[in-house]
């Protein structure tokens, strides 16, 4: 059974930063990509960033330069550190793991993350 378990969302003041965790359990976790999806109301899920088990590491072009992806593949854990964050930042962030970076097969539950002044 995968389990994937979020924390830090939270409110945040424009220009600020935030760092998301998201821990698993389960055997998979050391073969497969892990990374962070997104949804704003009204809208579409999106994709955010995805990390190989290898470390590599890729980014939506809307959070290049600002949001960076790791993982602690001792710990089953994959981070999303977010800086210089801006109103549109604000949603709901899952995290998902899967065979490859963009094709999630677990989710997380979901952390809210809100930018405003």
């Known amino acids: 059974q995968v389990q994937l378990v979020e924390s830090g969302g939270g409110l945040v003041q424009p220009g600020g930063s935030l760092r998301l965790s998201c821990a698993g359990s389960g055997s998979i976790f050391s073969t497969y990509a892990m990374g962070w999806y997104r949804q704003a109301p009204g809208k579409q899920r999106e994709w955010v960033a995805g990390?190989?088990?290898?470390?590599?590491?890729d980014y939506s072009d809307s959070v290049k330069g600002r949001f960076t992806i790791s993982r602690d593949n001792a710990k089953n854990t994959v981070y999303l550190q977010m800086n210089s964050l801006k109103p549109e930042d604000t949603a709901v962030y899952y995290c998902?793991?899967?065979?490859?970076?963009?094709?999630?097969?677990?989710w997380g539950q979901g952390t809210q993350v809100t930018v405003s002044s």
């Open positions: 990390i190989t088990s290898g470390r590599i590491a």
């Open positions: 998902y793991v899967g065979p490859l970076y963009r094709t999630p097969s677990y």
